[in-house]
């Protein structure tokens, strides 16, 4: 749809993952095998039909920009294609903005240089695979001011403690509960908006003038509750999974080595696109052992891997074993090594004989560059 922009919001919901995003956004953290979880809001936005995306960052956002490149693997490098749009920087926010409405207010000048009528507004921590295209006409023929895209599916990763939604029978918002121990409605948000770009515009700067930041409190909320702006919800039954903490991480992986899972999130005609990395064929001695595992081009297997994934350019040397774990680009485990339930950095290494051992709900988590 050519009448039609996108905006990601990075740098939000990474206080839980720990060392995971103590150097990068979580929009840039390593999935799947081979992609960042930015590659998946990036994807559903080209296979929709838009072409001029911006992405607001935040701190630590250069290991997300070295990925996005130019946008060329998204065919979003043209003239009006991706905009990184870093963080307006203050001594007193250093980076970091106070909430969504800030983030928009600084932003206003790329809200106000576009050209499109509607905008998708997402964040960058729910991995899904998404055409926006019935949400959009769904929200032209409602006349909404707001359509917020929400998930029944409890198999979904959504967070109990979350965002919920109560609809009518036509779809629209009639109450709105955050962080509720027991909420009214059953319509989990997916922190996905679609409104005029214009409307968006506005409410930024009225929220900056008010002094508010939140914009599902300061916005959503009151506006349901007092009716002044028409708020619609859009029922997305596919996989939309919140990568907020080391657990959500650790199983939205560990759920990929589910055929029907991978299949639901990567159908064949909604690929996800990602940086390319040219790689040698994983290689096998004869020795090495796997089972069940997603393992990635350049990897060097002599051991045993099971119910795990590999991400590019892993050894695993003879003797080694690793299960259920998640072990990320060009890291190392060497001989007699055994690691379970663990989720490795980039480049870190498990020395000779080194275990590394840990329950399934609480996996340990090893940094980048780091060797045990």
Same mark, same amino acid.
């Given at each position: 749809?050519?009448?039609?922009?996108?905006?990601?919001?990075?740098?939000?919901?990474?206080?839980?993952?720990?060392?995971?995003?103590?150097?990068?956004?979580?929009?840039?953290?390593?999935?799947?095998?081979?992609?960042?979880?930015?590659?998946?809001?990036?994807?559903?936005?080209?296979?929709?039909?838009?072409?001029?995306?911006?992405?607001?960052?935040?701190?630590? +956002? &250069?290991? #997300?920009? $070295?990925?996005?490149? /130019?946008?060329?693997?998204?065919?979003?490098?043209? =003239? %009006?294609?991706? @905009?990184?749009?870093?963080?307006?920087?203050?001594?007193?926010?250093?980076?970091? +903005? &106070?909430? #969504?409405? $800030?983030?928009?207010? /600084?932003?206003?000048?790329?809200?106000?240089?576009? =050209? %499109?009528?509607? @905008?998708?507004?997402?964040?960058?921590?729910?991995?899904?695979?998404?055409?926006?295209?019935?949400? #959009?006409?769904?929200?032209?023929?409602?006349?909404?001011?707001?359509?917020?895209?929400?998930?029944?599916?409890?198999?979904?990763?959504?967070?109990?403690?979350?965002?919920?939604?109560?609809?009518?029978?036509?779809?629209?918002?009639?109450?709105?509960?955050?962080?509720?121990?027991?909420?009214?409605?059953?319509?989990?948000?997916?922190?996905?908006?679609?409104?005029?770009?214009?409307?968006?515009?506005?409410?930024?700067?009225?929220?900056?003038?008010?002094?508010?930041?939140?914009?599902?409190?300061?916005?959503?909320?009151?506006?349901?509750?007092?009716?002044?702006?028409?708020?619609?919800?859009?029922?997305?039954?596919?996989?939309?999974?919140?990568?907020?903490?080391?657990?959500?991480?650790?199983?939205?992986?560990?759920?990929?080595?589910?055929?029907?899972?991978?299949?639901?999130?990567?159908?064949?005609?909604?690929?996800?696109?990602?940086?390319?990395?040219?790689?040698?064929?994983?290689?096998?001695?004869?020795?090495?052992?796997?089972?069940?595992?997603?393992?990635?081009?350049?990897?060097?297997?002599?051991?045993?891997?099971?119910?795990?994934?590999?991400?590019?350019?892993?050894?695993?040397?003879?003797?080694?074993?690793?299960?259920?774990?998640?072990?990320?680009?060009?890291?190392?485990?060497?001989?007699?090594?055994?690691?379970?339930?663990?989720?490795?950095?980039?480049?870190?290494?498990?020395?000779?004989?080194?275990?590394?051992?840990?329950?399934?709900?609480?996996?340990?988590?090893?940094?980048?560059?780091?060797?045990?």
């Amino acid at each position: 749809m050519k009448d039609v922009m996108g905006l990601i919001v990075t740098g939000e919901n990474d206080i839980n993952l720990g060392e995971l995003t103590s150097q990068r956004a979580v929009a840039a953290l390593p999935i799947a095998g081979r992609y960042r979880v930015i590659d998946f809001q990036l994807s559903s936005m080209v296979h929709t039909g838009i072409k001029n995306v911006g992405i607001i960052t935040q701190k630590n +956002y &250069s290991s #997300l920009m $070295d990925h996005v490149g /130019s946008g060329r693997e998204w065919d979003l490098h043209g =003239k %009006q294609g991706m @905009v990184i749009l870093p963080p307006f920087l203050t001594r007193e926010n250093m980076g970091v +903005y &106070s909430g #969504l409405l $800030d983030a928009l207010k /600084s932003n206003t000048n790329f809200l106000s240089r576009s =050209k %499109q009528e509607y @905008v998708v507004l997402t964040n960058s921590h729910t991995v899904y695979n998404i055409d926006f295209s019935d949400a #959009l006409r769904a929200h032209v023929e409602k006349k909404a001011d707001i359509t917020v895209l929400y998930s029944r599916n409890k198999a979904s990763g959504v967070d109990d403690d979350d965002t919920y939604f109560t609809v009518d029978e036509n779809n629209k918002v009639t109450g709105m509960e955050i962080g509720a121990l027991a909420p009214k409605g059953d319509a989990a948000s997916l922190k996905i908006y679609i409104t005029k770009r214009e409307l968006l515009r506005q409410l930024a700067e009225q929220g900056a003038a008010n002094g508010l930041h939140d914009f599902e409190r300061d916005i959503l909320q009151r506006n349901i509750n007092e009716g002044t702006l028409a708020v619609y919800g859009y029922e997305y039954d596919g996989i939309a999974w919140q990568i907020d903490s080391i657990q959500s991480y650790f199983n939205f992986n560990m759920a990929l080595l589910d055929s029907e899972f991978r299949h639901n999130l990567f159908p064949t005609e909604r690929p996800i696109y990602t940086k390319v990395r040219d790689d040698m064929p994983a290689r096998y001695s004869g020795e090495a052992e796997c089972d069940n595992s997603l393992i990635a081009n350049g990897c060097h297997i002599e051991g045993t891997v099971i119910n795990s994934i590999l991400f590019r350019g892993v050894k695993v040397a003879r003797g080694a074993v690793i299960k259920n774990s998640i072990v990320m680009q060009d890291a190392q485990i060497q001989e007699g090594a055994e690691i379970d339930h663990c989720i490795l950095d980039k480049q870190s290494v498990i020395r000779r004989n080194g275990r590394l051992i840990a329950p399934a709900a609480y996996p340990i988590v090893i940094a980048k560059n780091v060797v045990i």
